[in-house]
């Protein structure tokens, strides 16, 4: 009998190690598919041009080759070609595939450039002149390509001087106008709207429009300036367009780049996405308002869930009464667990949006209404309707740390005098500690994927204003936000171009299971800190 039980206690330890097994090449498997195709995003791949059978010439990155579907024979009749060909307001396309078999000839030309554009996409083809109006700057590839280094990067320094003017200096002026504009309609509502309010807060207005218009004609200036000199390119079939300098995000020459250029190249882009802000339709650039208003809203989804379920567990574990009502308590909150998440989206809609949103309004901001502050979506609520999600899982990982505090700490430190709040606060909290923090770990992977209901409560596909900026009161919670798991449903499946954004949904997927580990790291290691701290008490 002992040895039937030592195999089968064998034969389930080998299963559970197993399935453990299993499971981590799973997670591996998928850590390395996500790098792999998204890492691979911003490796710069050489530019091949082909001439087909029909006459046609095409100039773009080699993405793929696969083999064509098997003929009747069931043989392989040949290869394609994968070409990502650019130039989308002259083709309408992102992407050709090309028959091995139709192709004429191929080659690498050196002189080929690639121009990343602001709008429009990519732009393969070659350099034909450099223009400032009717002047000829530079002609030929060679010569317009030795000019445009250092005019690229000087426009490069207007266009962020365009856009400091437009965010700081016009930006205080507007938030200057608005803030008048609510004064006066605080005073009409209150009945205190005298000539003399009136009349300072008209002075007020009259110097920040004045203000007003000489930004605006700065800036006209600068935008002409910006834009005064032009490219003359031509595509590999020999379409030619004009585009203003100032347009063009970056200007290479793949074909010439060795691998310390490709290196750097991969850096930069590599910055760019964690750190630039998105452009044609979150289809390119960077996707920092995701970061941002991921991270923010988890830390905020935090510090509200923590000391809710923190209470709510130390009230059933240490002062109820054990009985029915608290044994339904837990019931419900462990079935609050398994509720829908969209579900507490359209609570937190009706709750936190309509009812003490539009409270809020109604109280503190009615010279804003009709329009809303508070009484419509934002990352506050967006926090709040989260904690509400995740606070069960906080309250029963919370309340499985304070029962494994030994009963005899608790004896001591009441025979030593301690009130119970004492010794809950300075005993039994510090070494329950880690039960907490496992709880908010949980909490905070969970909120970090959750789309559906923030896409209710203030969740929004494009929002490039921080809700953090320098006017008071600098933080600010009523504002919409992106977020990186409704960043990959949207570029994934709402993009009109979904072949050209398959590896930016891989990359921002890894992107996101990194951020959440780091988050989770930092709690784990505190988590275990506090663990070695109390090791004494068995915890």
Known sequence: MGRRRDWWGDGLMALCGGALALNLVFVVGLLGVLAVQGLAYFWQRPLLEVKLADGATWLGELHEREPLPPDAAGETPGYRLKLKVGNRDVTGRDFLWVDERQIERARRPPEAVLLERLEWGNFYGFLV????????????????????????????????????????????????????????????????????????????????????????????????????????????????????????????????????????????????????????????????????GTVLMVFLMSFAVT???????????????????????????????????????????????????????????????????????????ASLTLALLTVPVVIVATEEGLAAVPRVMREGSLALGATKWETIRRIVLPAAGPGILTGLILAMARAAGEVAPLMIVGMVKLAPALPVDRHFPFLHLERKFMHLGFHIYDVGFQSPNVEATKPLVSATALLLVTIVTLMNLVAILLRNHLRRKYASSAI
């Not at 004009?242 to 850096?267: C, F, H, I, S």
């Not at 009230?315 to 507490?344: D, K, T, W």
């Open 307 to 381: 000391p809710l379920g923190v209470l709510a567990a130390l009230y059933l574990r240490e002062y109820a009464r054990q009985g029915p009502l608290v044994r339904l308590v837990r019931i419900a909150v462990n079935n609050l667990a398994g509720v829908p998440s969209i579900v507490f989206g359209i609570f937190g809609l009706g709750f936190f949006v309509y009812a003490i949103g539009g409270t809020i309004d109604r109280w503190l901001y009615p010279e804003s209404l009709p329009t809303p502050t508070f009484g419509t979506g934002g990352i506050l609520w």
């Open 129 to 292: 002149e450099l223009r400032r109006g009717e002047e000829v700057l530079a002609m030929g590839a060679r010569a317009t390509w030795q000019a445009l280094g250092p005019l690229h990067e000087r426009k490069r320094r207007e266009r962020a001087a365009v856009r400091r003017l437009e965010q700081r200096e016009i930006g205080d002026v507007n938030d200057e106008l608005e803030r008048l504009r609510l004064a006066r309609r605080r005073l009409e509502l209150e009945n205190l709207a005298t000539p003399a309010r009136l009349g300072e807060i008209e002075r007020k207005e009259e110097r920040a429009r004045a203000r007003y218009q000489a930004l605006l004609a700065r800036l006209q200036a600068m935008r002409e300036t910006l834009e005064a000199e032009r490219l003359v390119v031509e595509t590999a079939d020999g379409v030619r367009k004009e585009l203003p300098v100032a347009m063009v995000a970056r200007a290479l020459q793949p074909n010439r780049m060795g691998v310390w250029d490709k290196t750097r190249l991969y850096a930069s882009r590599l910055w760019e996405f964690v750190s630039g802000e998105p452009r044609e339709s979150n289809t390119e650039g960077g996707i920092f308002p995701a970061i941002f």
